[in-house]
């Protein structure tokens, strides 16, 4: 294998491991999606 | 770009990919493992240098020199290129608030970690180029390969 391939796989392996790490933020913060309504928080008035 | 400069920049990206693989791999298992920044710094060095000398004993020893002959030019060529990546590399990270505790899924590590390999191209480039000039370096492996009979099959296959 020669040094420009293995040099490549190695950028290859940090993008990828950046978008991965990115990922699992995103998903560690719970952030709701920018779009839909999946969910609606739905909330009783008392009512008097 | 001049012939000399090229032939530095590939040099240079030929010990990088090396330390690169030292590097990655002891600051994976250093954090994976949870092991202090100290130890993770050893690791990773230890195993650059490994990966470094190999990478560049491997070729001269499919063209034919013994070795320990072939450790030997490498060892001249290629020690204080991978001594100041590896110092530029480590202690970019360690600068890098937070790059050394980051934990692998951490956006923090892997930026740290491409802005630190970078500053260690940045940092041994004069350096190959220097050596280069003096004969020595690279120069070294490049005379051994032409011992060999092999350079044009080093420069295929290593980028040089």
């Known amino acids: 294998m020669n040094t420009n391939t293995l040099a490549a796989a190695i950028v290859g392996f940090l993008l990828g491991g950046l978008v991965v790490s990115v990922a699992a ?10 779009h839909g309504m999946s969910d609606v928080t739905v909330t009783s008035v008392p009512v008097n | 770009m001049n012939a000399r400069n090229s032939m530095a920049a590939n040099a240079t990206l030929h010990c990088l990919t090396g330390c690169a693989l030292g590097e990655i791999a002891g600051l994976l298992i250093g954090t994976a493992l949870g092991l202090s920044t100290v130890v993770t710094i050893a690791l990773a060095f230890g195993l650059a240098f490994l990966f470094g000398y190999a990478l560049s004993t491997l070729p001269l020893v499919k063209a034919g020199l013994g070795f320990f002959a072939a450790l030997s030019v490498v060892f001249a060529a290629d020690s204080l290129s ?28 892997w930026i740290g970690m491409m802005i630190a390999l970078a500053a260690a191209f940045v940092a041994a480039f004069p350096l190959n180029r220097y050596l280069i000039d003096k004969g020595k370096g690279h120069a070294l492996t490049h005379k051994a390969h032409e011992e060999q009979g092999d350079h044009d099959q080093h420069a295929g296959t290593n980028g040089h």
Do not use: Q, R
């Open chain 2, 82 to 109: 991978i001594l100041i990546m590896e110092i530029t590399d480590n202690l970019v990270m360690a600068v890098i608030p937070g790059a050394m505790d980051a934990g692998l899924v951490n956006p923090v590590f």
């Open chain 1, 25 to 34: 933020e995103l998903e560690k913060d719970g952030s709701p999606p920018a």
